[in-house]
């Protein structure tokens, strides 16, 4: 498995073409190799095609708004080709919370989108909060439902260990439900803050998480990119905080 850094923890650092090119060189020098492209500018694809090749990363997973895939997944696709990418994320289903009538809203909208997009060589990976969790009307959470509503070929999952941690769900328990649909895993650490007894997210590594345990399952259930995440530093250093958990995960092995 390779380790890689999801971009949107450092989104303020993307905001133009210049800071996008000099945080992607930021990210390469800390030794990643990969990178997830979420949260940034708008970009030609040529233009992020020749800037990775350049700081030498490999962009494996993008997350798109949803309504560029809804208007265009054809167009959407090839453009991730030109960049090497054949992985296109729907960060969320839009909704704060499911409901009967909100997750067949979503299936009846994303279905065809990623028949689309299979139809040009891409794959959809859908990425879970917490409300994903919650137990519908049937039983089954919505997340064990979206397995059942997508045949395999169509959609994959980029499971967050955070949030499932979050939901009261067992990551690694997740994983094994999607082997074989999860490539790619979003790590960040939940910890407690001493003074209000706070879930926090932090540096992958310092916090209360089994990763040494995620991170072995992961591997049997398929996952090739482990894409460190942290969607709230808390006014320390995005930049330190990625290194912190690249150091952790580096010591474990991992490249």
């Known amino acids: 498995m390779i380790i890689g850094a999801q971009l949107y923890t450092v989104r303020d650092y993307t905001k133009n073409l210049p800071a996008f090119e ?98 040009n060589g891409g794959l959809l990976f859908f990425h879970n909060h917490a409300s994903e969790f919650v137990r519908s009307t049937n039983g089954k959470t919505y997340l064990e439902r979206m397995t059942e509503d997508f045949a395999p070929e169509l959609l994959h999952f980029t499971l967050d260990t955070y949030w499932a941690q979050f939901a009261g769900a067992n990551p690694k328990d997740w994983l094994k439900r999607l082997a074989g649909r999860v490539e790619c895993v979003h ?42 995440e942290q969607d709230d530093c808390y006014g320390e250093d995005p930049f330190l905080c990625l290194k912190k958990s690249y150091d952790y995960l580096k010591s474990l092995g991992l490249n």
Not at 114 to 119: F, I, S, V
Not at 198 to 225: L, W
């Open 22 to 119: 000099e945080t992607l060189n930021r990210i390469a020098d800390i030794g990643y190799k990969t990178v997830q492209v979420s949260g940034t500018c708008e970009f030609p694809a040529e233009w992020l095609a020749s800037t990775l090749q350049k700081v030498g990363l490999q962009c494996v997973l993008t997350h798109v708004k949803p309504r560029l895939l809804m208007d265009d997944a054809a167009s959407v696709c090839r453009e991730h080709l030109l960049f090497g990418c054949k992985n296109i994320g729907l960060g969320s289903a839009g909704v704060k919370n499911f409901d009967e009538d909100s997750y067949t809203d979503f299936v009846n909208r994303f279905l065809p989108v990623a028949k689309r997009l299979n139809e």
């Open 187 to 228: 790590l960040k650490d939940l910890a407690l803050t001493p003074e209000d007894w706070r879930h926090r997210m932090a540096p992958v590594g310092s916090g209360n998480m089994d990763f040494e345990g995620i991170i072995q399952v992961a591997d049997d259930c398929g996952a090739e990119f482990l894409l460190v």
